[in-house]
């Protein structure tokens, strides 16, 4: 089992995601951050194994929302840096993806 963390700004994108499907319809919100809570949660069993496509990073795709979950991984734990929408500009997400590329020292 790998150790997962998500970052403040992944965190920030959960939070965004959540606002936009609640307003889609009441309670979709919480769907929406118990689905992707649980994609990050399988991190901790797969960290490693998905591709990556952009900025070095990993990227795991939701199961039943269209994001993305962009991770950092050095074979022991996995920092969730984005999980961003797929419908986004790809030149936003690479754009946001390269500002938040830096791993933080542990």
């Given at each position: 089992?790998?150790?997962v963390?998500?970052?403040?700004s992944?965190?920030?994108?959960?939070?965004?995601?959540?606002?936009?499907?609640?307003?889609?319809?009441?309670?979709l919100g919480?769907?929406?951050?118990?689905?992707?809570?649980s994609?990050?949660?399988?991190l901790?069993?797969?960290?490693?194994?998905?591709p990556?496509?952009?900025a070095?990073?990993?990227?795991s795709?939701?199961?039943?929302?269209?994001f993305?979950i962009?991770?950092?991984?050095?074979?022991?734990?996995?920092?969730?840096?984005?999980?961003?929408?797929?419908?986004?500009?790809?030149?936003?997400?690479?754009?946001?993806?390269?500002?938040?590329?830096?791993?933080?020292?542990?």
């Amino acid at each position: 089992m790998h150790d997962v963390r998500i970052g403040a700004s992944a965190e920030r994108d959960l939070l965004v995601g959540f606002d936009f499907y609640e307003t889609q319809a009441a309670g979709l919100g919480q769907y929406f951050l118990d689905s992707l809570f649980s994609d990050i949660d399988a991190l901790a069993l797969y960290a490693g194994v998905h591709p990556k496509p952009l900025a070095g990073l990993h990227r795991s795709l939701s199961r039943r929302f269209p994001f993305a979950i962009y991770y950092d991984f050095d074979g022991r734990s996995a920092i969730v840096l984005a999980v961003l929408d797929c419908r986004r500009n790809p030149r936003s997400i690479r754009s946001t993806l390269g500002a938040r590329r830096t791993r933080p020292k542990q």
